[in-house]
């Protein structure tokens, strides 16, 4: 007897739930890339060489040939290397600390190490000039000297502050993925301490370090918020660009030095991803034995370095914190809120405003929190809606691409992590050149705002998502299957359940990017929406610091407030293993 | 016939890599089937193939007279049971195997009753509450066998299930299996790398090499009549020599060698085997008294591994080694300990012979 073919048809055999569930999302997926990250990008592209109507070099010839813009790019190459170098060194030093040797107080170092992450990166610059600024309280206070810390002096260390975390969390992966046996093995054949670290410790570790560099690299040259406020007259690329567009109204410039802004940056990203992948390959995941008792100088020594630093990241908050509350640094030291009382910044927040009107008894109070703190809950809001968005899209992106590998996989993977390489000032000025048009109907709303931190953060939502689905068994999706599963169900009963962790840390992530992010949501707010880490801006450049630092107070606040409420909810700290990359 | 499981021609090629090589069964309704391969033979691929899981190159797999090449396994209703036991940590004992039966849309009373008797079908009623994590490895897979037979899958299929498990625990789950395939009398396809508990617990045995089918059949005829060198050498322990036969003689160079199997074979290149268990070993004072003096040859034993019930002993012959299992009583009877001289005798009807060539070793 002849068996029948009834599923012989070619239709039935692609024509499945899974194929549909993995087309339909994978379609959604490319469109939201291509609309709301290639088609910004391209169109700046497009715009710097376009010259009065045609297609021409001009843009960039002008920029070469005018050595006070050109300096822009020296001067932003020149802040870039010598952070990248300096971070590398100070970050190196303290992983090797935190993994190599027997110090007291690893938790607590690391715990202080990855507070950066959690402020604008205009807080390092805020301190720096309450600290070394013209009115600073050691500049002009205890050594009474005219010199201050504005210009490349006060970039350099502000990045370094807020960089440090970022190369700390790769040379801490890298450091303790390498197995300690192989120093312990140099040793035991006649290696002397310092040959150990020169020639099995560091060339072990090589990736990881070139991985870091570029990293802190990518971070320098693309951050604004930063040279915005400490640089001075010193220019660099990223605040030209804004300076081009918000001063002189002059999108092609903008978009030329964006483009060029973008080699840099994108070759940094590109060495960074490159050799993390490298330095990954290189892990052992065999278990490493206890680390030996560390000879009592080697050990203070490294508790000594490991403090200072410590030290100097939380002068950064402990500063503008003091320097929100004091009547007027540096020379009325007395305590007040009244900064936090912000200049009249009222924008409209529907919800919020009427949720406060309800809740509050009128008066000043009320005006202040209902109106003048509409930045805060527009940036709240954006955050949470952020953060939800953005850690499900992310994971049901790393979903497809880990586990479907559908045809175009390589493609949706190279779209995602894009992002980390765009500076955020770029793609923000893209989004106003390629979607401030009457028909394009979210523009001007916070919509378009959430839409751009989310892509922004795209690349480390996805590259953590993956990693977490890595970790899942694939039997475990083919048993849910095999007993009758579709494929939403087994997303949806088994693969979430088993990411939720991962699920929540980024998501955590994501709120922290909503809250702090400056560069990127800078060319889309506006008169009516407003948000709190660019108000920091606006306040310091009209001149209202002790304000700024308020402002900056409370963001720093209500991420730390999230993070702990999620450290009760999910019992692990979503600190750690995190690190920004834009 | 019936539910009958079919692979025609069943054929999987990656690239240039063919993983398994037109191969050619019939597995009847009810049968307990043994994938038995050393790791990369196919066995797996063809366990996927017959899942679901991995598209078929060529060839078919037909089910109850259908083909099912392009079916997805949701719909194929195989039940199957995985290495690492895939069990889902989020839910609990019960949740895991009522899982297929809820997919099924049961109503609750039917689950409730069903979860019921599977725990009771394994004796792990008391641990329902549990998580997977709170279980150790025997109870996860015992856990994992019945999730996937809950829904009285068509066939079930045991992807080395037992591997993961120590020594001790692998022996009572494999007896268990057994139990359970004789108890409800399901089609059974079971893979593994492990030739013991492939012939302890299947009824037909498809020993694999390098994507082929080497030899099908009970696990005793394997075992007793291996037809190849791979088989001889892959399932049990042999001892080989090469040369050439004429008739009942075969001349391996140092010396010849009476075997029964003649035929009008005149000078062919073989290649002998003889199972440890078949060569007898006496002591070395006074030649015994034997049917076949050709077959008889001094030697010196060389290693004694005591084994339990058996005692293994590497035996030096005149420019060879032979291995030879003698129970552990009579080893003590025979008087026999290491550098002792010996004779060593091997029946002509326990040699194997295999034409060169059939086979690889």
């Given amino acids: 007897m002849n068996p029948v073919e009834p599923y012989g048809k070619r239709f039935s055999s692609w024509f499945t739930a899974d194929n549909l569930f993995t087309g339909v999302i994978m379609a959604f997926l490319l469109v939201i890339l291509s609309v709301f990250l290639l088609y910004p990008v391209v169109d700046i592209c497009r715009l710097s060489f376009i010259k009065n109507g045609a297609l021409s070099l001009q843009n960039y010839l002008d920029y070469f040939s005018e050595p006070k813009i050109f300096r822009s790019f020296y001067n932003s190459m020149f802040v870039s290397t010598v952070t990248m170098v300096i971070t590398t060194v100070l970050a190196f030093l303290f992983a090797y600390g935190l993994t190599r040797t027997t110090m007291p107080g690893k938790g607590f170092f690391y715990t202080v190490s990855t507070l950066p992450l959690i402020a604008p990166t205009i807080i390092q610059a805020l301190a720096l000039i309450l600290l070394f600024g013209r009115n600073g309280v050691i500049t002009r206070y205890l050594l009474d000297t005219s010199w201050n810390i504005y210009g490349a002096t006060g970039i350099i260390v502000g990045e370094i502050l807020y960089c440090f975390p970022n190369a700390l969390f790769i040379l801490y992966t890298t450091l303790s993925a390498v197995d300690t046996r192989l120093d312990e093995a140099a040793q035991s054949l006649g290696a002397s301490a310092l040959k150990t670290f020169f020639k099995v410790t560091l060339p072990s570790a090589k990736y990881g370090i070139a991985s870091a560099a570029a990293l802190t690299f990518n971070l320098t040259i693309t951050d604004f918020g930063i040279p915005v406020v400490i640089g001075g007259d010193y220019s660099v690329l990223a605040t030209e660009i804004v300076n081009k567009v918000f001063g002189m109204q002059r999108f092609d410039l903008g978009a030329t030095i964006s483009v060029i802004l973008l080699v840099p940056s994108i070759t940094a990203f590109a060495i960074n991803y490159y050799l993390t992948r490298k330095s990954y390959a290189m892990i052992s995941g065999q278990a490493r034995p206890f680390i030996q008792p560390s000879r009592p100088l080697k050990k203070w020594a490294f508790t000594a370095y490991s403090s200072l630093i410590c030290a100097c990241i939380l002068l950064v908050f402990i500063t503008v914190f003091l320097g ?212 920091i801006i606006f306040l310091d450049v009209d001149g209202r610091t002790a304000s700024a630092n308020a402002m900056c107070t409370v963001v720093v606040l209500i991420v730390a407030l999230f993070l702990v409420i999620m450290r009760l909810t999910t019992g692990k700290s979503a600190l750690s293993g995190m690190s920004a990359s834009n | 016939m019936g539910r009958d499981l079919k692979l025609e021609n069943l054929t999987k090629r990656y690239g240039n890599l063919t993983a398994v090589d037109h191969v050619n069964l019939e597995i009847r309704e009810g049968e307990f089937i043994c994938f038995l391969g050393p790791s990369g033979c196919g066995k797996t691929t063809i366990l996927r193939m017959i899942t679901g899981f991995e598209t078929v190159t060529d060839g078919r797999v037909i089910f109850n007279d259908r083909i099912i090449n392009d079916l997805i396994p949701k719909k194929r209703e195989f039940g199957i049971v995985f290495q690492s036991y895939a069990l889902f940590p989020n839910m609990t004992v019960e949740e895991n195997i009522a899982f297929g039966l809820k997919m099924r849309k049961m109503p609750k009373k039917v689950i409730a009753e069903r979860v019921n008797k599977m725990l009771d079908l394994i004796g792990l009623s008391d641990w329902r509450k549990l998580y997977p994590a709170q279980l150790s490895g025997g109870q996860q897979q015992r856990v994992a066998l019945v999730r996937a037979l809950a829904p009285d899958p068509q066939v079930l299929l045991l992807d080395e299930p037992l591997s993961a498990l120590d020594a001790k625990i692998r022996l009572r789950l494999r007896a268990e299996i057994k139990r359970l395939q004789q108890e409800l009398k399901k089609t059974m396809i079971h893979v593994t790398h492990d030739q013991e508990e492939a012939l302890s617990i299947a009824d037909r045995v498809v020993v694999m090499e390098k994507g082929q089918f080497r030899q099908v059949g009970r696990p005793i005829d394997i075992y007793k009549n291996p037809n190849c060198n791979f088989v001889a050498d892959f399932v049990g322990t042999s001892n080989f020599s090469e040369g050439r036969r004429t008739a009942d003689v075969v001349d391996i160079g140092r010396r010849k060698i009476k075997v029964t199997r003649n035929g009008n074979v005149k000078d062919e290149a073989v290649s002998l085997a003889i199972r440890p268990e078949n060569v007898e070993v006496f002591n070395g004072n006074e030649a015994p008294q034997i049917p076949e003096p050709m077959n008889l040859v001094p030697g010196r034993i060389e290693v004694v591994v005591f084994q339990g019930a058996a005692v293994r002993l590497l035996i030096h012959l005149d420019g060879e080694e032979i291995i030879s299992d003698i129970i552990e009583k009579e080893f003590e009877q025979r008087t026999l300990k290491q550098g002792d001289q010996v004779y060593v005798y091997c029946s002509p009807e326990s040699y194997l012979v295999f034409p060169e060539g059939e086979g690889t070793k």
């Fill in chain 1, 324 to 535: 929100s509350f004091v009547r007027t640094w540096p020379y009325d030291f007395s305590l007040t809120f009244k900064h936090f009382d912000f200049p009249s910044l009222g924008a409209s927040v529907p919800f919020w405003t009427a949720f406060w009107n309800s809740v509050l008894e009128p008066g000043a109070f009320r005006d202040m929190i209902a109106i003048k703190y509409a930045p805060i809950w527009t940036s709240l809001m954006v955050s949470l809606v952020v953060a939800v968005v953005g850690a499900s899209i992310t994971l049901v992106a790393a979903y497809i691409i880990e586990k479907k590998k559908p045809r175009g996989e390589q493609l949706l993977y190279a779209l995602s992590v894009l992002p980390a390489a765009i500076p955020g000032v770029v793609l923000g000025l893209g989004y106003v050149l390629a979607f401030n048009k009457p028909y394009f109907l979210i523009y001007g709303t916070v919509w378009i705002i959430i839409i751009n931190v989310v892509i922004a953060n795209f690349t480390l939502g996805l590259l953590s998502g993956t990693a977490n689905l890595k970790q899942i068994d694939k039997s475990v999706e083919e048993a849910a299957v095999s007993l009758g599963a579709g494929p939403v169900t087994t997303f949806t009963k088994v693969v979430f359940p088993l990411s939720k962790v991962a699920f929540f840390s980024t998501a955590t992530f994501f709120f922290m990017r909503g809250m702090t992010t400056i560069s990127a949501v800078l060319f889309l707010v506006s008169a009516q929406i407003k948000l709190a880490a660019i108000e």
